[in-house]
């Protein structure tokens, strides 16, 4: 099956700077790659996806690129601010397993203020 | 609020117990996912149900079983657990499922604490 690797496990910013995780993933066929946003005592939630015909999206302080070539994804954060401080899961997916999802491990990240 | 409800939020049971866990999915949505979150495994997919019928399975422990109601709610079954099944357990649902499976929701979580 798919197998995603997330790095890092965690990550410490000063309030203001740049975040940056990323992801790898081992099947060439995968083509949806979303990422969630757990806050403490919440479930995922979704906040931006990017699907294989498309090499970056971006969404206000969000933005996420992919590289089908060396099948790695990041998920990019600027500006960043004590809300953004939760823990951050990559997953991929595929049309021919039914777009099950398979998440990294996933990343704490903390903004210092 | 995702729209997606569980109960119970948290669980506390001995080894060699049954439990079961119960999700609401949001309205409209069809599909429902369960999902196992241990700390050192992160999200771990168990299974899938669209409009009552099982769709996918993951890594799913043959100690446990899940089931989609009519009414589309969903319930988790947890058999002779171990000290090993504590863990958060979520629930998600979706409009769709494949090609149009659209954005996950997830509910809250049931913390199991096996002791």
């Known amino acids: 099956g798919e197998n995603v690797e997330q790095h890092p496990s965690t990550l410490s910013v000063q309030e203001g700077d740049s975040a940056v995780i990323k992801c790898t993933y081992s099947d060439s066929a995968s083509n949806y790659f979303p990422w969630y946003k757990q806050e403490l005592g919440k479930g995922p939630q979704l906040i931006i996806d990017i699907r294989s015909n498309v090499g970056e999206k971006k969404d206000q302080r969000i933005a996420v690129t992919l590289n089908k070539t060396a099948k790695h994804f990041s998920l990019h954060i600027t500006e960043t601010q004590p809300e953004d401080s939760a823990v951050y899961f990559c997953a991929a997916s595929k049309r021919s397993n039914d777009y099950k999802l398979s998440f990294g491990a996933g990343t704490t990240v903390t903004v210092r203020a | 609020d995702s729209g997606v409800t569980q109960t119970p939020k948290h669980l506390i049971t001995a080894t060699g117990q049954r439990v079961t866990l119960r999700c609401s999915p949001r309205?409209?949505?069809?599909?429902v996912y369960w999902y196992q979150q241990s700390l050192d495994q992160g999200l771990q997919f168990l299974i899938q149900y669209y409009n009552g019928e099982e769709r996918a399975k993951g890594n799913i422990l043959e100690r446990f079983s899940a089931q989609q109601f009519p009414d589309l709610h969903s319930e988790l079954n947890l058999s002779s657990l171990e000290l090993g099944d504590s863990a958060l357990y979520f629930c998600?649902?979706?409009?769709?499922?494949?090609?149009?499976?659209?954005?996950?929701?997830f509910g809250e979580g049931s913390r199991l604490t096996v002791l």
């Open positions: 998600a649902s979706s409009v769709g499922w494949g090609g149009n499976t659209g954005e996950l929701f």
């Open positions: 309205s409209g949505d069809l599909s």
